[in-house]
């Protein structure tokens, strides 16, 4: 376990519909990146989350959104989902460090399925 | 070319065997490396994390760099059926947001 909890579990939409979900990072850490899964492929870097700012975007259309929150939990918002948004979708929390390079890990995840 | 490509496999090694996982990565600048291992309907789980040149061993798993070459391995010794996963190759940049590009992973399959 890696204290990072992540909600809900599974999510069923419809094409156009917004989804939320949700993340808190593991106890001592301050920074939240989110990642999307789709079958058989890697983590693709969607963004990251430090002192409730975005720091780093990935290749994904303003529709993806986020917020972190004081205590360093977070938020990844999509609207007007499509069908190519059905995936497994990650959240990891990391300690901000001089120099990078820090360890992310990594929580459940939520599977988010479009129909 | 992807930035970190992986075999997608499947590998497929008899029980008891060394697994032997490889990973090739195009960013001169990457700085930190790390092997996740990924079971079916899971999240990825860290297994090694190297930042130097050379080998690093940690019980039954050895992660190797080599950063002149740009290529970065994983060797699992005494293949266990537990290890069966597909196993993830991740470079950090340390340069601008500190993401993680993965690798598509390879599945391995260790055969009793």
């Known amino acids: 376990e890696t204290g990072v909890t992540q909600s809900p579990t599974h999510l069923i939409k419809t094409r156009g519909q917004q989804v939320t979900l949700r993340c808190s990072s593991q106890?001592?850490?301050?920074?939240v990146s989110w990642y999307q899964q789709a079958l058989g492929q890697g983590p693709q870097f969607i963004f990251q989350?430090?002192?409730?700012?975005?720091?780093g975007r990935g290749n994904f259309p303003p529709r993806f959104s986020g917020l972190q929150f004081p205590n360093y939990s977070s938020e990844l918002n999509v609207n007007a989902l499509e069908l190519d948004d059905s995936a497994l979708y990650l959240c990891?929390?990391?300690?901000?460090?001089?120099?990078?390079?820090?360890?992310?890990?990594f929580g459940p995840g939520t599977r988010l399925l479009v129909l | 070319q992807k930035e970190v490509e992986q075999n997608s496999g499947p590998l497929s090694v008899p029980e008891g065997a060394i697994a032997s996982l490889n990973c090739t990565y195009s960013d001169r600048v990457s700085q930190s490396f790390f092997w996740y291992r990924q079971y079916s309907g899971k999240s990825p789980e860290l297994i090694m994390s190297?930042?130097?040149?050379g080998d690093k061993e940690d019980g039954r798993f050895t992660a190797q760099l080599n950063k002149a070459s740009q290529y970065v391995s994983l060797l699992i010794r005494d293949s266990q059926p537990s290890d069966s996963a597909t196993y993830l190759c991740a470079v950090n940049s340390r340069q601008g947001a500190q993401k993680l590009v993965f690798g598509q992973g390879t599945r391995l399959t260790i055969n009793p």
């Open positions: 989350y430090y002192r409730e700012e975005e720091n």
């Open positions: 106890s001592g850490h301050n920074t």
């Open positions: 190297i930042y130097s040149n």
């Open positions: 990891a929390s990391s300690l901000r460090r001089m120099g990078g390079g820090e360890t992310q890990y």
